[in-house]
Each structure stands twice: as structure tokens, then as C-alpha cells.
């Protein structure tokens, strides 16, 4: 059978749960042909009600099918931890390092990897019904912390994720955030290993590579003690070999969704593919053939000139993740689009080195980790972004509570109006935006106005 | 009676080497040993812990900085070239906004979170690269001998610091502990030759015994550790970087060993902060500390926008094993009523 996706549009919550009884039997391939039908795609469900994802109501989705398996996959992963502590498999939880440790354990035959620093959206998805912020400002994380404070209080109610076998944990260079609540995570009866990843005043030198190699060296010998097998320098090639497959996917997805006009695929969906380069949600090879399928979909719109937003949309880089992701939505509905983006993991993106030894590999990538570095780097990278999609302003959204985000705006501003002259607009947004959508609707609009101002005025 | 140091206050919080190659070096991580070595001056930084000067820094940095981050970078010291440490987030960010403030970019070294062997050997490199970067500056070679002498020198000094200790009260201390950290080597020798500390309380002390923790001490606090100890909380022990911990060590610097290495690996192992990963080392080292001093509760004290501390007490209190008053609070809150409240209720509670 052959499927035609419908006219590229973004559609409302009904639409995109009705759709899910629409998934064809067998699987339209990327390329042509057909395949069985992706598992967590078998039985349509909603979300909403069986998992209790509730924010889903209240936002809107890319129609493709592309999107759907997109979101599918996101959204089952629990499935598939779960099935993996079934058939015996090890699960790793990985702290912080954002897309290094990860490569380490699907290394390793016998385990599979996640971040429980995911759970950072949960009060989101979950519209607040978990309370997981209240358990964490009962365990003293008030809204101080950023977001992310969600994951101590899924680790002290069980009732998010399974529990991992072994923590493993990136200190260093990294926020006071994620550091405190390890160091909480720590005092819990799961075991847990700290590594360092060092603070660097500009590229990463020698010893700076050879120090984080070391350290991944004690991570690889950890999850071997995990699984019972050496994990080795072969195994660690191969799997980099593989997260590169993905990366390189990613850079295109990337170039489709910020790079063309119309937008071919919404801020959202891009902002999931963006994050699936940190653990794969669990399984590399499905996500490799999920992002394969985005990619071609993307294609196909592009060549057709067939976008889901408006061809005079302003060209925004998005910095920072946004806690409750109702206000991406928000931001296209009143005239934005994605030009670049930079959410703190770009070291997840870019090629890792396949012509050196595997740990020293790993070591340079993790070593450029935004977050390592000095902040005026990382707002040289967002000034890299606009530049390569020509992007018309620069949206900082501080991450509330972020120990980074308490000064970086500052320095991104001060960079982008010195490198490129466009406006930068500043918002925080909360886990739960909904008391403060009509102000931020107005941050937007002004912003949108400037930016059309000066179109005229060019 | 407690008797004060009023002039040792004034000195400690006065001004510091002015010269515009006059460093400020911004953490008591950064081993002065290598500026006295090369003859430079290199003071560490006071953040005043005014509200004045918290204003200011914000206004350079961000509304949700630290206070003491922002009060250092609003303090008038702050157009100095900065030296310093990544030791936490807030920390390695305002050094990177110091040296946008003063036009010339600080020096940060990594302040290892981990307690490896080859955390300490990391740390070894970075006080390499700090040393060979204040040679530059100073237009002069590190002589090993002048090092060995600097930290033989340092380390008398710190130990004649300790044994003041018993004698005076938790804001003198931090006094002493201040002007050791703004002095070079031989203006403190100097002054301690003819310092004689009338005891300013007595050996056991009246109220209730305390152990202070948490972030570091401003002089703008020195009146409120005095309240403290009138309302009947006095500070016998103190486990931030400004108190006991600051000068609680001696580097070893055997003959046989390069002097640099040596001092960075006497660094690494002082009693180290909280934000060590795991901390428990520094749990130990104020667990045992107390107990050295008599002390039957804990203040713990954290500056609004500081994770590191504000979220330790919980644990704290657990591993420390004495009852616990936290505090988060602000440049001006020291005279603020709702801490002395909040004091008031703390020790009604013990009695
Ligand atoms: S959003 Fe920022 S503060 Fe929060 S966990 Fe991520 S890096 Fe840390
Ligand atoms: S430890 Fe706390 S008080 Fe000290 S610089 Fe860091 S955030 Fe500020």
C-alpha cells in the first residue's frame, strides 16, 4: 500500500488523537515500500487519559505521519524501559552530561540508557496532576531550582520511571542545579558514580581531553561491572559510528526545519527531534528509522514548497529549552518561526570523531558541551545560528531558577546586538505558562513588531 | 563581656593595594603563594555585602545572580583583573563578567568537584597554567625557592591564625581570616608580631555554642555574628570559606618535591567546600570541627540566589547530627527583623 500524507498543517488535539486509528498496517518505509508497523504505534491510544499527559489537549501538532510516530515514540518510553527490566537488560540513568554516557552504555551489550533529568517536563505534560513539584518543595528544591528539580521528586515517588540500576553522574563544569539534586540523588539506595567534566576557558586542551577520557573510562568499567562484559574499545567505535548516522540526520532535519521558507515542520516536533539525540529514547536503531522518516517527510514539503507556517513568519533562534512547551505553540501562532535554536546540548549534535581512539573521541565531544565553557562562547554559537538561517531575532528563554540562566542573558544580548545587530527579547517561561500566556503573548507580539519594523524599514 | 577589634575590623575591610596591576583574587581557592612568590599583589576580593553594592552588581550581571557574586562585582574593587576559581556555577560566571567590567579577562582555574587522584592531578595543570599566566604578567620567572619560602610564610601565618582562634569571637576571627586574605605576606607577619588579642570572650562560651556554615561572610555581616552572640549564639566554629576552614591547613612542600605541584596538592586537600561532589568530606571535616569546639547548634546560612548551600540543609542538619537553623538571606538582611526573629524562636527552641 502507499501513503500520502495530507496537506502539511498543524492540527488541534482531537484531530491528532483521531489520527492515531489512521496509522497504517504495514508501515510506509522511507524510500518506498513497506514495513511492519512500529510497536508503540500498534494500538492507538491516548495519551491523555492512559498516561495522564494531559498539556497534550492544549496543544498543536505537525499532521504527518512522520510527527505521529514522532511523537509516539517519545511518549512510549516508558514502555520500553519497562519491557527492557523485563528481558533482563540493565538500565543506566544518566545525569546531566547531555549525549555522552548514553554512547557508553548502548556500547555495552545488555544495557539501554535514559535521563531522568527528563522528568524536567513532567509537570508540564502532566499539567501539574503528578505534583512532583510539590514533593520537591517539600524535600527543600522550591522554585529556585530550575525545572529539572521534577526528576528528585520521580525519584522519591517511583512513579514516573523505572529506577535505574546504576546513577551515573556528570560534576564539574556544570549548573549548581543538577548539581545539588545529584548530590540529593546520591543519599537515595541507588548506586551511583560520580565523573568530572572540567570547566574550560576556551577550546579544550590536551589535558583537559585526557583528564575527561579517563574519567569515561571509569564509566565504561562501570556499566561492564553492570552487564558483566568488558565493554570495549570496538564496541565503543561501532556504537559512534551509529550515533553519528543519527547526528548526521539530525543536521539535516535541522537545516530542513530552521533553513526553509515556509517551516516545514513546527517548533515543537523539531524541539523533540533536537532532544532525541541525547539518549535516543531508548533505542538508537528505532530512533535512526523514526528521524529517517522526519527527514523524508521534511524533504517532500520542501520540495514542494509545502510549509506549516506562514511564508513571512519571523526568523527567531530559540535559546534555552522552554519548561512548558505550550509556548512554542504561542510563539508561531502569533507569527514565529524556528530560525536555529540552542538548547544547551549542541556537543550532542555535532560529528564525534571516528579517527581516534574511542574515549579521547568521546572526551573532545563532551568537552564542548555549552555548559563547559565560557558563556560568551555559547553566544557565539547562538550568533552562528541566526547567521546560518538567517534569522531575523534572538528569543533568550531563561530557564526559571537556572544558575546559568541568572547571567547568560546578559552576555547573549550584549553578543548579538554587537555581532548582528537584530533584537534579542528575553522571557522566563514557568513549567505551567497558562497564568502568564496573555503576558507572554505580548512580549511576542512586540517582538514580532520590531522585527516587522525593520523589514520595512530595510 | 565580649570584647571587639574594632581596628582589626577597619583594617581587614579597609582598602587593599590599589595599583591598577593590583589583583583581586576572588576565592580562597587560588594559592596566593605564587603572587607573594612573584611579588605581586593580589589581594582577595571583599564583596562589601551591602545592599548598595549588590545593586550594582546586578545591574552587571542578572536578578537572579548570587548576592555575593553581584556584591562582589558592584564592589569598588572590582575593576581589578580578577583571579579566581570555577568553583561553582554562579562563581565561574561572574568571573567571566569581572573581566568584561574591568576590561581585562580573568584568570579562572578549575576548582575540581571530585576527590580522585586524578581530580587533584587535574588541579596540578590548572595552578600550572595560573602560574605561568601570572608570570607573564608579572614580566618574571617563578624562583622555586622564593615559592618555597612564600609557602612556608603563608603556612606559619595560618597556623598562628588558629591558635588566635580561642580567644576571639566568630566576627574577629572572620576579621583576621579577612585581613590574612587581603595582606601580602609580610604586612601580615608585620602585624601579627605586635597583635595581642585581649580575650575577647571567654573559653567556654556563655549561650549556646555554635558552628556557622554556609555561604561565605561579608564584613557587612561581622555586626550580625556579634548579635548573634549577644542574643546567646555564639560563634565557636566556623566552617565557610571566610572562617576556620580558610586557614585550616598547611601545605606540606617536602625538599624533594617541585614546589608548585606541592602547593596545589596542599590546596586540593584542605578542608574542602560544599560544593564537592560527594560532600561528605566537608561534612566530616565541620562534624568534626564542632564537636573540637563545643558546638550544640548549627546556623546555617545561605545568600538568596546560592543552590549550593540553600539546598544542603536538609542534609545538613542529618549529617551534622545538631539541630539546625537555616537561613537564606539577602546583602541587608543581617539586621533584618525577621532574622533576629527567626534567631529568637531557634534558641527558644534549645532551651
Ligand atoms: S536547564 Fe539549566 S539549570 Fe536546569 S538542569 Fe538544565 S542546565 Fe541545569
Ligand atoms: S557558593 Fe553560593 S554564595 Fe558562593 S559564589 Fe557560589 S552561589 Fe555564590
Known amino acids: 500500500m502507499s501513503w500520502a500524507d495530507p496537506p502539511a498543517a498543524k492540527i488541534d488535539f482531537e484531530a491528532w488523537n483521531a489520527a492515531f486509528r489512521l496509522v497504517p498496517d504495514p508501515f510506509p518505509a522511507p524510500g518506498g515500500g513497506t514495513g511492519p508497523r512500529p510497536e508503540y504505534l500498534a494500538t492507538p491510544r491516548c495519551f491523555v487519559e492512559l498516561e495522564g499527559d494531559s498539556r497534550l489537549r492544549s496543544l498543536r501538532f505537525d499532521n504527518s505521519l512522520a510527527a505521529l510516530r514522532l511523537w509516539s515514540f517519545l511518549l512510549s518510553e516508558n514502555d520500553r524501559l519497562a519491557a527492557a527490566r523485563r528481558s533482563g537488560l540493565k538500565i543506566v540513568g544518566t545525569l546531566k552530561d547531555l549525549g555522552t554516557v548514553p554512547l557508553i552504555a548502548y556500547a555495552a551489550p545488555g544495557a539501554v540508557a535514559f535521563y531522568p533529568d527528563g522528568a524536567w517536563w513532567i509537570p508540564c505534560v502532566m499539567e501539574m496532576s503528578e505534583g512532583l513539584l510539590r514533593i520537591a518543595d517539600a524535600a527543600g528544591f522550591g522554585d529556585e531550582v530550575c525545572p529539572v528539580r521534577a526528576a528528585l521528586a520521580a525519584f522519591l515517588n517511583r512513579a514516573h520511571f523505572p529506577i535505574p540500576d546504576l546513577l551515573i553522574a556528570a560534576v564539574g563544569a556544570c549548573c549548581d542545579d543538577m548539581s545539588c539534586l545529584m548530590q540529593r540523588l546520591a543519599d537515595l539506595d541507588v548506586p551511583l558514580l560520580w565523573w568530572e567534566i572540567p570547566y574550560r576557558r576556551g577550546t579544550a586542551g590536551p589535558e583537559a581531553v585526557a583528564f575527561v577520557a579517563g574519567q569515561l573510562d571509569r564509566v565504561r568499567r562501570a556499566v561492564g561491572d553492570l552487564v558483566g562484559r568488558t565493554v570495549t574499545d570496538d564496541m565503543l567505535s561501532d556504537v559512534i559510528v551509529r550515533a553519528n548516522r543519527i547526528r548526521a540526520l539530525l543536521r539535516r532535519i535541522r537545516d530542513l526545519a530552521y533553513g526553509v521558507t515556509p517551516a516545514p515542520f513546527p517548533a515543537l516536533e523539531a524541539q523533540i527531534v533536537e532532544m532525541l539525540a541525547l539518549h535516543f529514547c531508548s533505542d538508537l536503531e528505532e530512533c535512526g528509522r523514526v528521524l529517517e522518516h522526519v527527514a523524508s517527510t521534511l524533504e517532500a514539503r520542501a520540495a514542494a514548497g509545502e510549509g506549516v507556517l506562514a511564508a513571512d513568519a519571523c526568523r527567531v533562534v530559540w535559546v534555552n529549552p522552554v519548561a512548558d512547551l505550550r509556548a512554542m505553540n504561542l510563539f508561531e501562532d502569533l507569527g514565529g518561526a524556528l530560525a536555529g535554536t540552542e538548547y544547551l546540548f549542541r556537543h550532542a549534535l555535532v560529528p564525534i570523531p571516528e579517527d581516534r581512539p574511542p574515549l579521547a573521541a568521546l572526551a573532545e565531544t563532551a568537552l564542548r558541551d555549552p555548559m563547559t565553557g565560557p558563556a560568551e562562547e555559547r553566544a557565539a554559537l547562538v550568533v552562528a545560528e541566526a547567521v546560518r538561517y538567517k534569522a531575523e531575532g534572538v528569543i533568550v528563554s531563561a530557564v526559571p531558577g537556572a544558575s546559568h540562566s541568572a547571567t547568560e542573558g546578559l552576555v547573549i544580548r550584549r553578543r548579538v546586538t554587537r555581532d548582528l545587530d537584530i533584537p534579542v527579547c528575553e522571557i522566563t517561561v514557568p513549567p505551567l505558562a497558562d497564568a502568564s500566556i496573555g503576558q507572554l503573548a505580548t512580549r511576542f507580539e512586540g517582538f514580532f513588531e520590531i522585527i516587522r519594523g525593520r523589514r520595512e524599514h530595510a | ?351
Open chain 2, 1 to 351: 563581656m565580649i570584647s571587639r577589634h574594632p581596628d582589626l575590623r577597619a583594617r581587614a575591610a579597609g582598602p587593599a593595594a590599589r595599583a591598577p596591576d593590583a589583583w583581586r583574587a576572588a576565592c580562597s581557592h587560588v594559592p596566593r603563594e605564587i603572587a607573594d612568590a612573584l611579588g605581586l599583589a593580589a589581594a582577595r576580593l571583599v564583596p562589601p555585602g551591602t545592599v548598595a553594592s549588590e545593586s550594582r552588581g546586578e545591574a552587571l550581571s542578572g536578578a537572579g545572580a548570587c548576592a555575593w557574586c553581584k556584591s562582589g562585582l558592584g564592589s569598588d574593587e572590582a575593576d581589578h583583573p580578577w583571579i579566581g576559581a570555577a568553583t561553582c556555577d554562579q562563581m565561574r560566571r561572574a568571573l567571566e563578567l569581572a573581566g568584561r567590567a574591568s576590561g581585562r579577562e580573568a584568570l579562572v582555574v578549575h576548582a575540581p568537584k571530585t576527590r580522585s587522584a586524578e581530580a587533584e592531578d587535574y588541579f596540578v595543570a590548572e595552578v600550572r597554567w595560573l602560574a605561568a599566566a601570572m608570570e607573564k604578567a608579572a614580566g618574571a620567572r617563578l624562583d622555586p625557592s622564593e615559592l618555597r619560602r612564600a609557602i612556608a610564610v603563608r603556612n606559619g601565618i595560618r597556623a598562628r591564625l588558629r591558635r588566635f582562634r580561642e580567644g576571639l569571637t566568630g566576627a574577629d576571627f572572620s576579621a583576621l581570616v579577612y585581613l590574612e586574605a587581603r595582606l601580602p605576606a609580610g604586612e601580615m607577619e608585620a602585624f601579627l608580631a605586635s597583635f595581642r588579642p585581649a580575650p575577647s570572650r571567654p573559653t567556654r562560651a556563655a549561650g549556646v555554642p555554635a558552628l556557622l556554615a554556609g555561604s561565605p561572610l561579608a564584613p557587612a555581616d561581622w555586626p550580625w555574628l556579634d548579635e548573634l552572640e549577644e542574643m546567646g549564639l555564639p560563634v565557636v566554629a566556623d566552617a565557610t570559606c571566610t572562617g576556620d576552614r580558610a586557614v585550616d591547613f598547611a601545605v606540606e612542600a617536602p625538599a624533594d618535591e617541585d614546589p608548585l605541584g606541592a602547593l596545589a596538592r596542599g590546596y586540593f586537600r584542605r578542608p574542602p567546600c560544599p560544593f564537592i561532589r560527594p560532600n561528605d568530606e566537608f561534612y566530616a571535616y565541620a562534624a568534626a570541627l564542632a564537636r573540637r569546639r563545643g558546638a550544640r547548634a548549627v546556623v546555617w546560612r545561605s545568600l538568596r540566589g546560592c543552590d549550593i548551600h540553600a539546598l544542603e540543609p536538609p542534609r545538613a542538619e542529618r549529617l551534622l547530627g545538631l539541630p539546625l537553623l537555616a537561613l537564606d538571606m539577602s546583602c541587608g538582611d543581617a539586621a533584618s527583623p525577621r532574622v533576629r526573629t527567626r534567631v529568637e524562636a531557634f534558641l527558644e527552641g534549645l532551651r
